[in-house]
């Protein structure tokens, strides 16, 4: 596990783009998993600079959300979905048939999150997952507690979570009480983690998945055991930390 501190936001939001587009530019088929809420999207306007600026190719891509709540329409301004297209995909050049984010307004849920599961193995896996983290820890919607070798599926939403999240509905009321969410036995099987955090509201979360042990009360504790994680942090994130931590990814130079 890598842990980067950088000075500021759009400092994480570059590195984190540029790591992404390498994978591309390397593997043109990448199949990517992506996450929603306010951390990623310095990094989607990057991807969208460098598409637009350097040509950087989406067209062979292959994505998958994180989570989505259930019974949001996909119009719905809150939904995973909308904000999925607002704020990256129509911009791009991705092509919408390779385009995979849960379906809150599945008839059969348990049978979709079968499917997506499927849909991620056939895509040939994740190559690279996305992640923010919530201020109690969790990683998609998988809440505290949540076990560690959970598969997609549906999960309540915590209180802390429903109140983070008001923000962007009118009332507490509207705020959804159930999300299909990717399980964190999913996100482990991604061949790379890139976890980014900003502001201080995250730097207890971030300490506690940087140097705390690992514990299903934390899942985020769970990306030490993967073999290819970087966190990406700024620095009031950062400030719970109590070791150093270089602000550049560790580069092997062979002679
Ligand atoms: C969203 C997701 C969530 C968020 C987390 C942080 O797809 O999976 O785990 O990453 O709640 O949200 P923000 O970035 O809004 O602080």
């Known amino acids: 596990m890598e842990v980067i501190v950088k000075e500021s936001y759009d400092e994480v939001s570059r590195l984190s783009a540029e790591l992404i587009a390498d994978l591309i530019r390397r593997k043109p088929r990448a199949v990517l998993g992506l996450a929603t809420g306010s951390t990623p999207l ?46 990256l995909f129509k911009h791009l050049n991705v092509n919408a048939k390779n385009v995979h984010i849960p379906d809150g307004t599945a008839k059969d849920i348990p049978e979709f999150c079968r499917k997506y599961e499927e849909d991620i193995i056939r895509a040939g ?28 599926r549906v999960k309540t939403l915590d209180d802390r979570t429903r109140q983070d999240n008001a923000r962007f509905f009118r009332n507490m009321n509207e705020v959804p ?7 964190i ?28 042990p690992i514990t299903a009360i934390v899942p985020a504790t769970i990306v030490q055991l993967h073999p290819k994680a970087t966190i990406i942090v700024d620095k009031p994130a950062s400030a719970k930390l109590t070791r150093e931590y270089p602000a550049e990814p560790h580069v092997l130079v062979l002679a």
């Open 42 to 87: 310095g990094t989607y306007k990057e991807l969208i600079r460098l598409h637009k600026e350097d040509g950087l190719d989406f067209s062979k891509v292959t994505t998958f959300n994180l989570d989505e709540y259930v019974g949001l329409v996909h119009e719905h301004p809150q939904s995973y979905h909308f904000f999925m297209w607002e704020n």
């Open 125 to 152: 896996g994740l190559d690279l997952q996305l992640l923010g983290i919530g201020g109690n820890g969790h990683i998609a919607f998988n809440e505290p507690g949540s076990s560690l070798g959970s598969r997609t």
């Open 177 to 183: 009480r159930y999300a299909i969410t990717m399980g």
């Open 185 to 212: 036995g999913t996100i482990m099987d991604a061949r790379q983690l890139i976890l980014l955090a900003n502001g201080a509201g995250k730097a207890e979360a971030i300490a506690n998945t940087c140097e705390g």
